[in-house]
């Protein structure tokens, strides 16, 4: 089969059918282990907050039927309209890749009767998701997500919580200088008295707009709030404004969000323009912005309510309030401020071994060791002691253990202290315990007791 690596798709040079492309798809990247790092500490923060916020880790399938994001998301929306990986399957299903994971998850909450549960049912999910999105500078056809939903809590402290988490998390990640912004979209019965209003400003002012936008009129009027076009912008800054238009109630759950938000302390910026791109919102909407970005408007992660959602899709009437986080602009974001990734604990123990009876018993000696938690480094491969001295001196090891022809004999082991250079011989039969003294408690590590 022939090779291709790095070639650039060219019309005249196409690839032929059973050619190989050593290249991600367009707008799809590894994750190197060289990145990892990074993507570790995002996991470890996001499922130590989801604990602590009492969030249940939910998993669902990348694909779904089609028509559980388009009725969800929204026909009009950009995600829906140009940005899905539909296609039919031999069984002659429409399906999905997931351009996100909150329908999905509300396709489980009612699917699994979960609404019995005790409110609020909480979901941390993550995963990747899908747009076939023109790719950009953050901007990619396969991301990952983190993503918080919780369901069946209408109290504004729910969102005043949820916003507090979102914040957190980004803290945490070592982003001190993210902006929240917050907005009300409102509600079904008063965002449509707003949304006539916009169409009637918008259709004044339909030759200042983009062709999208022009679009967007009918489709998705509050997008074009939010069109980064500079003279889409300049329509938006003089549009009326939601929350000049909410009724009562939301007008109320909105004051009192940010009375909760004030009492916590937590900095945000109150954004008109702000709608998110999908059409389940209502009320509460928010979104996390990169500093680097300002203008720009790079979104780290963004959420908000979705009181209809699940009586949408056929469940009970269920208020609900999500937000999802982007891992790749975070792990970007994290470089930029040069924010510590994770580390990972170092081996503070290396096993050398000499001659090819030392090197048979070696590899039950190491998996002794990793079975009592202690984290031990080995080179099975290097023959001579000095080399693999040299490699164990590398890794800065506290102690070598060293087995060969004699001692695998005599059924000892030499225990060599790195710093000092003394060494003692001790019997197989202790060592385990032997080594375990000797290195810190916090190396040990036991998953079985086997
Ligand atoms: P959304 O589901 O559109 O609200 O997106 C949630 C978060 O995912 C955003 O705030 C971004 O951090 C991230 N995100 C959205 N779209 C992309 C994309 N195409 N590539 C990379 N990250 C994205």
Redesign the pocket.
Known sequence: MPIKKNSKKSKAEKPKEDSLVLQTLR?MKDVLPIDQPYWEQVRRISERLARDYEFSRLDTPIVEFANLFSRSIGEGTD?VEKEMYTFLTRGADKVALR??LTAGNCRSYIQHGMNLLPKPVKFFSTGP?Y?Y?R?QE????E?Y?VNFDAFGEQDPILDAQIIQLAHRLVQTFGIKTAQMQINSIGCQICRKDYKELLVNYLDSKKTKLCQDCRRRIETNPLRVLDCKEDKCSQVAALAPQSVDHLCEDCRNHFKTLLEYLDELDLPYIINPHLV???DYYTKTVF??LSSAEEGKG??????GRYDKLIKIMGGEDTPAIG????????VAEMKRVQAKPYKAPRPKVFLAQLGNLAKKKSLKLFSELEKNGIFTAESFGRGSLKSQLKVANRLKVEFTLILGQKETLDGTVIVKNMATGAQETVSADKLIDLVKKKIKADNVVVYHNN
Do not use: K, N
């Not at 953050?138 to 056809?141: C, I, S, V």
């Not at 790079?298 to 959420?303: A, P």
């Open positions: 707008g995600i351009p996100e998701v747009r999105d790719p953050g901007r990619y056809r991301h997500q998110r791109g999908l979104e996390i790079l979104s780290l992660g963004g959420g937000f999802a986080i982007g891992v790749e602009r975070i």
